[in-house]
């Protein structure tokens, strides 16, 4: 009797020490109240010590309930590329998230901004894959052979975590990244040669308001040191995971310098790649109060 006493009553301590100090995937019912109040309810309830590994599980359930909703999935999404984001959000990688095709807005259209909670804007870059050899790429300039366009674009993600709330890296991820909105503009063909692949690095990006007052100035250099950096690091960890890129999928970089709030009135945001063709192609995007 009093092993089995001490046997239920250590149990009971590992499951309560469990209960305190292990964040587990989310569970299907709490995914469905997130995807329910998407984008505008604050959530809470997401644990601040969610693993990396446990934020992943809860992504694929967001990611397969979404699917079952809206459809298509389109792309993928590479966030927490720099070491000042990493460290705002205390995640010691960058990570990825799944793009629907509803989330994409016409380029040049307008959007209302209370689409969502706590509403940004982020400067933002995208390749388009021309062909899965791209997984078995050892070089950027490899990699180049399999990217069809890069393109200016603006994501417009809604931070729907309720004040007070955790928000860390692994806790974005398990939200699907706070994907929301976004919009891409004309492409640029992509080039495999050195010099081109060098030139990603050095081309000069503008973000600025209807005024033509620039709000950011920032180079392809801000993303891991050049944009294909990214690539080889997304081709890498989709091969670990399993994960095969496809001909077609949009492959969003990650902020181009800052993530910025939207601000109070209608504005109209231009966003531009200069330095990789002889014509700038550009971005843009309304926000109507």
């Known amino acids: 009797m009093i092993k089995l006493s001490k046997i239920i009553y250590l149990t009971i301590i590992f499951f309560l020490i469990n209960s305190f100090s292990y ?126 366009s890069i ?41 495999s040669t050195p010099e081109f692949i060098k030139s990603l690095a050095q081309m000069e990006t503008v973000f600025e308001d209807e005024n033509g007052v620039v709000i950011q100035n920032s180079p392809g250099s801000t993303l891991m040191g050049n944009p294909m950096n990214v690539i080889m690091w997304l081709i890498e960890e989709f091969n670990n995971r399993g994960i095969i890129l496809k001909a077609g999928d949009r492959l969003s970089l990650g902020s181009v310098g800052k993530l910025f709030p939207l601000k109070e009135g209608n504005k109209t945001y231009t966003y531009t790649l200069k330095g990789i063709s002889k014509i700038p192609v550009k971005t843009q995007i309304t926000i109507n109060e």
């Open 23 to 148: 964040a587990a995937c989310l569970s299907q019912s709490k995914i469905i109240e997130i995807i329910n109040g998407f984008p505008n309810t604050p959530i809470k309830g997401i644990a601040e010590n969610i693993s990396l590994e446990e934020a992943y599980c809860s992504q694929d359930k967001y990611v397969n309930t979404l699917k079952s909703i809206n459809g298509k999935i389109i792309g993928y999404k590479v966030g927490f590329t720099g070491p000042s984001t990493q460290e705002r959000f205390k995640i010691k990688t960058p990570a990825t998230a799944v793009l629907f095709e509803h989330m994409f807005v016409k380029n040049g259209s307008s959007i209302n901004k209370d689409f969502g909670h706590r509403t940004l804007i982020e400067p933002d870059l995208m390749m388009i894959v021309k062909n899965s050899k791209i997984m078995n790429a050892k070089s950027p300039l490899e990699a180049s052979k399999y990217i069809s």
């Open 151 to 191: 393109h200016p674009y603006i994501e417009l993600p809604a931070l729907q975590i309720a004040k007070g709330e955790p928000i860390t890296g692994a806790v974005i991820v398990a939200i699907n990244m706070v994907a929301t909105k976004m919009v891409m503009g004309p492409g640029v063909l992509m080039q």
